[in-house]
């Protein structure tokens, strides 16, 4: 029996036939759990809208936003009623103007795209002319000068949940550091979110392993920083070094180990090659560390709104 396709869905696959058309190479997979897909040179969110009244409207989850506009040459195609009415907007725009759109306490933010297929900001008759991508197919081979990288999706998103978990430790007082500076995430390096320049040597850890683990939190004691949180990402399927890296500090027994991977099966076969440790070390799915930043940040903003 033939499943019966939505309208949104039957635009969506309008696109991925489209794109067949558009691109020279086509390569076509899906990159994250939103509809996210490698299309030619770019990393393309899919939104679909049927025939409104006025307007279009899209709910997009501030996660989602970051994370496409993480990757390389991020495009949110926006298709407004007709294959022929689609806005390919770069990611960083969008990103760029989420601060002028309403969202709701939970990260989801009103796309409000108009007739004329401009988005709709905050404020009586404010608009984002949008018009020089409407249709912009070539978007899709063809980046915005200066968009190009280099990066795989796993190294981006990588970077993501690096910057994510420094964050964090930053809005719960901890002092942060990570290995991996010159990383982005949110169009800065990770050398901006990081509190200390350079690892803390410590007494008892080997400092060649200790100032590579991804992300570090220290607390204050007197004169002295202390560990107290360490992670390691794994998002690839070969061996986990991580887990030995960080081993480095388990002569200090208030440090609570953290693996951030998808991988459950891996990590309970690889955590069981440490047995004296085993109890020490916890596993968090990336989606995890995700709605923890979110549900940190909105409890910051709202904090902050109520002066609280």
Known sequence: MNKILSNTDKLLNQFLDN??????????????????YKIGESNVLIRAASEGNRNYFFGI?????????????????????????TLLLPAQILFKELKNISHDRNGEYKINIDKNLNLVLKGRGNRL??????????LLNNPIQGLI??????????????????????F?????????????????????????KSCPQLEF???????????????????????????????????????????????YSNVSFYVVSNDIKRYNKVIKTFPVFINRFNHIKTDLIGELYNAEKNIRQLRSDIKL
């Open 19 to 36: 794109s067949k058309k558009m691109t020279t190479e086509f390569e076509i997979y899906k990159v994250l759990k939103s509809r996210t």
């Open 61 to 85: 989850n501030y996660l989602t936003i970051e994370e496409i506009a993480n990757l390389d040459n991020p495009v949110i195609a926006f298709i407004c009623g007709s294959i022929n009415r």
């Open 129 to 138: 002319k949008c018009s020089e991508y409407i249709n912009k197919w070539e």
């Open 149 to 170: 990288k280099k990066s795989t999706i796993e190294e981006s998103f990588h970077s993501v949940l690096q910057g994510r978990l420094i964050e964090i430790g930053n």
């Open 172 to 196: 719960r007082g901890y002092y942060t550091y990570s290995p991996d500076k010159s990383k982005r995430f949110n169009e800065k390096p990770l050398s901006k979110f990081v509190s200390l």
């Open 205 to 251: 850890s080997d400092y060649d392993l200790l100032r590579k683990i991804d992300v570090l939190w220290f607390k204050e004691t007197g004169s002295n920083l202390v560990p107290e949180k360490a992670f390691e990402i794994e998002l690839s399927t070969g061996t986990w070094s991580g887990i030995g890296r960080m081993c480095t500090l388990t002569d």
